[in-house]
């Protein structure tokens, strides 16, 4: 995946995101790693680490190739060109020496500027596809040797030319041309002159439909003679070309036309019924004629109970639907394709792939299920759209951000100016607690588009859920009753606050979901030993103390096959629109990255309770006490130079900071604040400098100063997520970074631990 660091990758996922791509990774069936331009393996799905073993991350990719030159032709287009790989098929062997065949795409990634920083390569297990492809291929070559083996000679014609177009050994046998020979001819060539409009009328007959079985046709031969055969025909399609298919009887054999027909058709049975998609045929009157295993597994309908009976008999419901419109339009226009998005079959919705012919008393329907393709393309549809809310989450929380830092910044310089007017204080607290509250709000936004990592610290639940309760009567309604029963004396976990009111809003809204018209809502804390939940929690959980936080609902409830799924990303049980199927995925996720463990207990008709167990800590004192307004703001001597874009922060921070004690320069982008540095002629001992500015990033502007000026401090601040932050260069290891909304307070503390206290007070 993408590292740290690094402009030149593509966006840091969150450990929260990257976690929940990889439980939705680790379905996909195809094979994806992550190559830099070096071909070293960055990163690999589930599939890939089970096929090339655990550690395929950090090796060349060239090494799991017995030939390395095919590594080359695999990635090097996407490096040399604009362009990908086509595909690129190589054996491979897994890690448990198994051999198998691998189709490669490969997709070049790029930065800003065009360079190319690696490659993602996709590959597909195309083993068994390839196997049933020989197999088709070797079915068809069985299929052509048993008509090349057939006793009754067997011609093609087409319609309209009335050109052979393929012949087998018996009637090249029993005319006594070649195959080549009769490529070349057409039905008036082997049938004698006085008896050739009889034959053409039949023919044409034929054609129409009117009638399949011509007896006793004079059919001549090379050598002259004329013998007499009964021609069976259907209608066929071959490349695209309506072709008339003659079965010859030579009436001087000994078997009948009868027995030969049968064979035929047993023939065909065996073909059809050996293919997974659902065949059947109707005649004129849509009664079932044919009805292959394939139909029998889906609509549970045997062969015996199908045939002969009409589609309206077996299907009444097919009146007037999308399905009867296609047997209908295949009588008018011989034939047709359609989809059914939405069957309704055994209390499950399929979508299938329809495809109708004609045939010679009725019509052929191939039937594919196209379901799972189907919900593959919804869940890319629904990733998408929550991609973009997260986008624009991210946006607005990044504005939010600026706007707080002002707003808090100024509180928090106004409550200490007004300790002796105690109601504009109590005002001004008001107003700065609202501040930190929507940061609180910001950072929610982050967490739910995907866009901020876990920021773990040892708190106590039971005041988390106090802080959500605020806000639930507003998201679950009114006529929801809300019972709180809250252990007092709970033990400390480490979590992310953000992420656990996630959890509780989450499960709250899931529970609301399930209680359209009202109900009750318990919401419960409690320590919890091993011993105690032994039989709930899962077994991989490990000995030793844990929180427990439950959501108990009295709605509609969940049978077993809904609870087994519950957690799957994109799974919902809600009508189709409104409901992602990630609600319960996300909370999943966060409890799995907390290191803890959820469970769920449930009947339909008796509610449901969802349970939470995050492990304890031994120490308490880990708590930090939040940053009042009591923090000092701490003062300093040096000269520090702000670049700030926002003119708002700017001109906090300049205040700030030259109420502090420091000598303060600013610049509004990277160019002024080069061009400062090269006119001031005193030393700087810290930039502040903004991440994100037009122009050149912060970043930028930090590597040219500190090859000029060694000593000079770094100081980056940032109201954007970290995903934003790692594509300009800044993660939160290496670097000093003050995060927006920032105090006064924790401004000056920053500038303290980045350039050491004031000479005398050292």
Same mark, same amino acid.
């Given at each position: ?10 966006? !840091?996922?969150?450990? @929260? ?50 030939? %390395? ?21 190589? %054996? ?10 691998? #189709? ?12 190319? +920083? ?75 002159? *006085? ?5 053409? /009328?039949?023919?044409?007959?034929? #054609?129409? =439909?009117?009638?399949?079985?011509? @007896? ?17 025909? @259907? ?48 005649? #004129?009157?849509?009664?079932? +004629? ?22 309206? *008999? ?7 639907? !999308?399905?009867? *419109? ?6 008018r226009t011989r034939r047709a394709k359609a989809t059914l998005d939405e069957y309704e079959l055994h209390g499950k919705t399929f979508a299938f792939e329809l495809s109708a012919y004609p045939s010679s008393d009725g019509i052929a329907v191939l039937t594919k299920d196209i379901t799972e393709r189907r919900n593959l393309e919804e869940q890319l549809r629904q990733s998408q759209k929550m991609e973009a809310v997260g986008q624009l989450a991210g946006g607005i929380a990044h504005d939010f951000n600026n706007l707080l830092t002002v707003i808090t910044g100024y509180g928090e310089m106004l409550l200490r100016k007004t300790l002796e007017d105690a109601e504009a204080h109590k005002r001004l607290e008001a107003i700065v607690q609202a501040g930190k509250r ?85 919401? #419960?804390? /409690? ?48 009508? !189709? ?38 492990? +304890?800590?031994?120490?308490?004192? *880990?708590? !930090? ?12 001597? =040096? ?109 000056? %503390?920053?500038?303290?631990? /980045? ?8």
């Open positions: 995946m993408p590292h740290e660091g690094d402009p030149g990758r593509t966006k !840091k996922v969150p450990r @929260s995101l990257a976690a929940r791509y990889e439980t939705i990774l680790a379905t996909v069936p195809e094979i994806i790693i992550e190559i830099d331009t070096d071909e070293v393996c960055t990163w690999a799905n589930e599939k890939g680490k089970q096929f090339f073993g655990e550690d395929v991350i950090g090796k060349e990719l060239s090494c799991y190739f017995e030939d %390395r030159r095919q590594s080359y032709e695999i990635t090097r287009p996407c490096f040399e060109s604009a362009g990908g790989t086509a595909c690129i098929e190589t %054996r491979q062997r897994r890690k448990n020496g198994e051999e198998r065949l691998l #189709a490669w795409w490969c997709r070049p990634l790029r930065d800003a500027r065009g360079n190319a +920083t690696g490659a993602v390569l996709t590959a597909r297990d195309v083993s068994d596809l390839r196997r049933s492809q020989k197999s088709v291929h070797e079915m068809e070559m069985g299929y052509k040797a048993i008509l090349e083996a057939a006793v009754e000679g067997i011609l093609v014609a087409d319609i309209e030319t009335r050109q052979f177009r393929y012949a087998n050994l018996a009637i090249c046998g029993m005319l006594g041309y070649s195959e080549k020979e009769l490529r070349q001819m057409s039905v008036a060539d082997i049938h004698p002159n *006085e008896s050739l409009d009889h034959v053409i /009328a039949e023919f044409e007959a034929q #054609a129409r =439909g009117e009638k399949s079985l011509a @007896s006793a046709i004079p059919c001549l031969r090379k050598d002259g003679m004329v013998f007499y055969a009964d021609i069976n025909t @259907s209608l066929a399609v071959i490349d695209g070309r309506e072709c008339n298919v003659g079965f010859f009887a030579d009436l001087t054999e000994s078997r009948s036309a009868g027995t030969r027909l049968r064979e035929s058709k047993e023939d065909f049975s065996d073909l059809t019924g050996s293919i997974a998609d659902v065949f059947f045929a109707m005649d #004129a009157d849509f009664r079932y +004629t044919y009805w292959n295993k394939a139909a029998v597994d889906l609509t549970h309908i045997s062969a015996k109970d199908a045939i002969g009976k009409s589609l309206y *008999e077996l299907f009444p419901d097919i009146r007037g639907t !999308k399905s009867e *419109e296609l047997y209908l339009d295949v009588q929507a940061a609180d709000l910001t950072r929610q936004l982050l967490v739910f588009g995907r866009k901020q990592t876990l920021q773990p610290r040892v708190l106590n639940l039971t005041d988390v859920v106090g802080n959500v309760l605020k806000m639930l009567p507003r998201l679950i309604g009114e006529d929801i009753v809300i019972t709180l029963q809250l252990e007092p004396e709970l033990e400390y976990v480490l979590a992310d606050p953000v992420a656990v009111e996630q959890i509780v809003m989450n499960l709250a809204t899931n529970a609301r979901d399930a209680m359209p018209h009202g109900g009750g809502l318990v919401i #419960a804390t /409690a320590n919890a030993a091993f011993s105690e939940v032994r039989s709930e929690i899962p077994p991989d959980a490990q000995p030793g103390g844990y929180v427990m936080l439950s959501v108990q609902d009295n709605g509609s409830g969940m049978d077993l096959e809904t609870q087994e799924r519950v957690f799957e990303p994109f799974f919902t049980t809600k009508e !189709k629109g409104k409901g992602t199927g990630l609600g319960l995925s996300t909370v999943y996720g966060i409890v799995k990255q907390s290191g803890g463990h959820i469970t769920v207990k449930s009947e339909p008709g008796r509610g449901t309770t969802f349970t939470v167990y995050l492990p +304890t800590v031994e120490e308490a004192v *880990e708590l !930090k006490a939040e940053v009042t307004e009591d923090e000092p703001v701490l003062e300093g001597s =040096g000269t520090i130079l702000v670049v700030e874009d926002e003119e708002g922060i700017r001109e906090l921070s300049i205040e700030v900071l030259s109420d502090c004690g420091y000598t303060v320069l600013q610049a509004r982008d990277a160019d002024e604040a080069l061009e400062v540095c090269r006119k001031h002629k005193g030393a700087i001992d810290l930039v502040l400098t903004d991440v994100v500015m037009p122009g050149m990033s912060g970043k930028g502007l930090a590597d040219p100063l500190a090859r000029d000026h060694p000593s000079m401090k770094v100081i980056y601040m940032s109201g954007y997520s970290d995903g934003v932050m790692a594509q300009r260069g800044v993660s939160n290891s290496g670097v000093q970074l003050i995060q927006k909304p920032f105090t006064p307070a924790s401004l000056s %503390r920053e500038v303290r631990k /980045a350039i050491g206290e004031p000479p005398g007070k050292a």
